[in-house]
Antibody
């Protein structure tokens, strides 16, 4: 059974940093591209970042480029998102998602981890 | 890339059929057959319902189907059931930055 479990969320002050990680099980991580998708309270879904299966390429939304860094360790079945220079507008539930096909078909999702940026 | 455009809400009675549209541009929806649809119940993670415009993942009811015409994709739900009451999101591969764009979401109310 495929499972994705996010960790690392919490309350952080504006300008601070946080590291989210997603631990995968039930499939071989090196065969799948992975994405982080966020959802601000009461709002819609926003794709944040993606990592190709080998980790050789990383992609970002314009809203986080230069502040967030995605990485993966296929040997440890983890995908992480380091978030720097956090802003109030980064407050959201962050989901880790497995890609089925061409990045847009996310067939498995974690339960999400809440990030709150507030002083 | 701007978010894809979806109607804010749609509604239907049990047994009826409804259609949700998702409008983009030739750079996303119109340029690729990589449009997906997700169902999200309150407090839950999204669930993939349709991918690559028309394909249903294993386990998804055949009451859900998808299509595309030009820059607009459609999710069709037939034989509405109470459990279909949820938010629905479309997304599309773009081939550029950002790699994926989502629609704003549609609230489906089963009357």
């Amino acid at each position: 059974e495929v499972q994705l479990v996010e960790s690392g969320g919490g309350l952080v002050q504006p300008g601070g940093s946080l590291r989210l990680c997603c631990t995968a099980s039930g499939f071989t991580l090196s065969t799948a591209a992975m994405s982080w998708v966020r959802q601000a309270p009461g709002k819609g879904l926003e794709w944040v970042s993606g990592s190709a299966n080998t980790g050789e390429s990383a992609h970002y939304a314009d809203s986080v480029r230069g502040r967030f860094i995605i990485s993966r360790d296929n040997s440890k079945n983890t995908v992480c998102l380091v978030m720097n220079s956090l802003r109030a507008e980064d407050t959201a539930v962050y989901y880790c998602a497995k890609d089925k096909h061409y990045w847009s078909a996310m067939d498995y999702w974690g339960q999400g981890t809440l990030v709150t940026v507030s002083s | 890339q701007s978010a894809l455009t979806q109607p804010a809400s749609v509604s239907g009675s049990p047994g009826q059929s409804i259609t949700i549209s998702c409008t983009g541009t030739s750079s996303d929806v119109g340029g690729y057959d990589h449009v997906s649809w997700y169902q999200q119940h309150p407090g839950k993670a999204p669930k993939l319902m349709i991918y690559d415009v028309t394909n249903r993942p294993s386990g998804v009811s055949d009451r859900f189907s998808g299509s595309k015409s030009g820059n607009t994709a459609f999710l069709i739900i037939s034989g509405l059931q109470a459990e279909d009451d949820a938010d629905y999101y479309c997304n599309s591969f773009t081939g550029s930055s950002p790699l994926v764009v989502f629609g704003g979401g549609t609230k489906l109310t089963v009357l």
